[in-house]
Every structure is written in C-alpha cells, then in structure tokens.
C-alpha cells in the first residue's frame, strides 16, 4: 500500500473507532443546553414587535435524533452518525425552541402559528445544513447554515441566508452538540439582529 494510502486509511480508522461505539454500551443524548441570558450585543437594534415562529424545516435526515458528522477530509459526500449519541429531541424541534427563546430574550412577542390569521410577521426557518463537519482527523466545526424569510400575510418581506461554523473543542459527539449549540445560538443573534432592520408595518 501507498504510504499516503497507509497514512489516510489509518487516520480513517482512528476517528471512526472514536465515533462508532461499540455495541452494548449505553446511548448518550444531547440538546443544546439552558439558554444562556442574551448579550447586549445580540439585542435587535430596535424594539421588535410580535412574531409568529412557525416549525424550523429541513432535510427528512433531520426529522429523527441521530447525530451525524461528516469526514469532508475523507469523504464529503458520506453522512455517517454516531452508534450510541442522540439527541433528546430531532434536530428540527430543537431549532425551533431554541430560535423561539432567543427571539424572546429579544424582547420579541412569540406566538403560535394558530396567530398567523391575524396580520402579525410570519417567520419562516429551512434548515440548508446542520452537521459537525470534520476537516482533519481531531478537527471539526459544528455547522448549522438557514434560510429565514419574514412574511406579512401572503407577501414576502425579506429572506436571508446565515450560515456559522463553530470549533468543536473534541472530536467526538459532545464536542459536536455543543459546537452545533453554539452555532445556532449565533445564528438566532444574526436573525434577531436582522428582523430589527425591517419594516415590517401593514402597507
């Protein structure tokens, strides 16, 4: 075999005994943790009025409670998941509390969709990515990327894209839930942030 073959093939083994444990052990579960109290620098830049929040929206691959990386060193177009970690809950419901809290932190109204009928903001959450995403063999970032789009009733207001990636401090499942925790609460301040810069008023 090819030294650098040998190098790579040994390097893939080595994370993959770290990620895929063996059969027998019990199962670790994973959220994101409490909601830490907002920072002044994640405030909206002026007061935001009430909102309704629908469900955060993804992949099929999300509506369940495996945690998946990828080796984008290796193979980046395989999604493999972790044998005994879960989440507590999928990964779509997770977001949606977690958007929901810090809206509210915000000093945002949340309401249900049931409110949607009665001309408030509609926002609108599709999840384009959400993975720990290793770049190296004890090197990875907790990658979340959305699409979020404001409604007032059937018109489009403004849709924007965000994306964060944040350093996993271990390569394994622990470091990825808090890495991914952490990347969603940074988006949710960028979404804060941006809903404080539109009109949102009845024309």
Same mark, same amino acid.
């Given at each position: 075999?090819? @030294?650098?073959?040998?190098?790579?093939?040994?390097?893939?083994?080595?994370?993959?005994?770290?990620?895929?444990?063996?059969?027998? $052990?019990?199962? &670790? $579960?994973?959220?994101?943790?409490?909601?830490? @109290?907002?920072?002044?620098?994640?405030?909206? @830049?002026? +007061?935001?009025? @009430?909102?309704?929040?629908?469900?955060?929206?993804?992949?099929?691959?999300?509506?369940? /409670?495996?945690?998946?990386?990828?080796?984008?060193?290796?193979?980046?177009?395989? +999604?493999?998941?972790?044998?005994?970690?879960?989440?507590?809950?999928?990964?779509? !419901?997770?977001?949606?509390?977690?958007?929901? =809290?810090?809206?509210?932190?915000?000093?945002?109204?949340?309401?249900? /969709?049931?409110?949607?009928?009665?001309?408030?903001?509609?926002?609108?959450?599709?999840?384009? /990515?959400?993975?720990?995403?290793?770049?190296?063999?004890?090197?990875?970032?907790? =990658?979340?990327?959305?699409?979020?789009?404001?409604?007032?009733?059937?018109?489009?207001?403004?849709?924007?894209?965000?994306? !964060?990636?944040?350093?996993?401090?271990?390569?394994?499942?622990?470091?990825?839930?808090?890495?991914?925790? +952490?990347?969603?609460?940074?988006?949710?301040?960028?979404?804060?942030?941006?809903?404080?810069?539109?009109? &949102? /008023?009845?024309?």
């Amino acid at each position: 075999m090819h @030294p650098t073959r040998f190098i790579l093939a040994a390097a893939l083994a080595l994370i993959l005994s770290g990620c895929a444990s063996q059969k027998g $052990q019990p199962t &670790t $579960q994973f959220d994101f943790g409490p909601a830490a @109290p907002a920072s002044a620098q994640t405030q909206a @830049p002026r +007061a935001l009025g @009430p909102v309704v929040v629908t469900d955060v929206t993804g992949s099929s691959a999300l509506d369940n /409670e495996r945690m998946f990386y990828r080796l984008t060193y290796a193979d980046p177009l395989q +999604a493999r998941t972790y044998a005994n970690s879960r989440w507590t809950a999928n990964p779509l !419901q997770l977001l949606t509390q977690r958007f929901k =809290t810090r809206l509210a932190q915000a000093g945002a109204r949340v309401l249900s /969709e049931t409110d949607a009928s009665i001309g408030i903001p509609l926002l609108r959450i599709d999840v384009d /990515e959400f993975v720990q995403d290793f770049g190296g063999v004890s090197q990875s970032t907790g =990658t979340v990327a959305v699409r979020a789009s404001v409604f007032r009733g059937h018109t489009l207001v403004d849709q924007r894209s965000f994306r !964060q990636a944040v350093r996993a401090t271990s390569a394994d499942a622990a470091g990825g839930a808090r890495a991914l925790a +952490a990347s969603t609460d940074a988006i949710a301040a960028d979404i804060v942030t941006w809903l404080g810069t539109l009109n &949102t /008023e009845r024309r």
